[in-house]
């Protein structure tokens, strides 16, 4: 173990170096946008841009954590962009950073730099979702560390994340603790604004609470509510971004789907409120006929509706300046792909 770790943080080691040192490859790419028009469609994310950049933030025993960026195609040494970062979903179990390419590459499209972040998945003995919200609070300070390099404004951070990663993102913007030792906490990771697709704010409900303890239960399918002690359902609560709602929090934008029936969008309609009861500001877009993770690409949502959901939170982003000008992203004029 010893000789893996010692590999693993050279290369991570190298990794940060030759990607800080070479030449910003997006700036020699051609834009993605056709001459003549304005508008860009997921069909093309998908297909035909330029892969994205990645950089090591973490090394941990057993792996290599990465954050995966775009920069504006013309990004100017020196100048400062909005910090676009996206947080995979997946039940913390599952899912990886690439879900979120495309949406990453768009909002460069959009005079940002997008990002997408890897974090360490739960498995029983193993990690569990305070790890992973330790690393997303790491990812932040990683990228605040090496603004200027990265060229984006360390006050303007934004986090988006669908389901998981709409509780991961909501809890940076509300939980303090669950810092890793080794990162540097004079570094904020409270982003500055979020916005969250049917996101998971509320652990303490059941079935939801189940997963809290998938590291140590080996099959959970098993634990009714009545089995959970005390000390079970407050550790639930310390994973709630709801439990600690205040004044002083990030702007927020939550969209929720009213046929979600993996999280109730109760809970989104109730974080919310207590959001703006504190003298946040909190709005909230309730979708009919939409259902749970809509703006994943193919999966539950149409191609429509998954740009939907990608507009709003650019318009969202754009009323609150850090953005500029209308969306660039259109539907595809045959349909990309089926839902499921």
Known sequence: ??????????????????????????????????????????????????????????????????????????????????????????????????????????????????????????????TGIAECLEDCKSAIRFIRLHAKDLNIDPDKIIVLGDSAGGHLAAALGTIDGFDDAKDNLNISAKPNAMVLYNPCVDMTVYPLVKNIFSNTIQNTKSLDSASITPEQWQLARSFSPTSYVKKGQPHCLILHGLDDKVIPCEQSVRF?????????????????????????????????????????????????????????????????????
Not at 99 to 117: E, M
């Open 1 to 126: 173990m010893k000789g893996l770790l010692g590999a693993l943080l050279i290369s991570g080691f190298v990794v940060v170096l030759c990607a800080f040192s070479t030449q910003n490859a997006s700036a020699i790419r051609p834009p993605l946008l056709v001459k003549g028009t304005d508008t860009v469609t997921l069909k093309t994310l998908l297909e035909e841009a330029p892969p994205m950049q990645e950089l090591v933030y973490k090394v941990t025993k057993d792996t290599l954590l990465k954050i995966y960026y775009s920069k504006p195609v013309n990004a100017k040494p020196g100048k400062k962009y909005p910090a676009i970062i996206w947080i995979h979903g997946g039940g913390w179990t599952s899912g990886t950073a690439s879900t979120f390419f495309p949406h990453a590459k768009y909002f460069a499209l959009r005079n940002a730099v997008g990002f997408s972040i890897e974090y360490r998945l739960v498995k029983y003995g193993g």
């Open 272 to 340: 919310t409120d207590a959001m703006n009861k504190a003298g946040n500001d909190c709005k909230i877009i309730l979708l009919p006929k939409t259902r749970h993770a809509f703006v994943v690409p193919k999966y539950t949502a149409t191609e429509a509706q998954v740009v939907a959901a990608i507009t709003e939170a650019d318009k969202y982003l754009t009323n609150l300046g850090y953005l500029k000008g209308e969306p660039t992203l259109k539907v595809s004029s045959v349909p990309s792909w089926q839902k499921k």
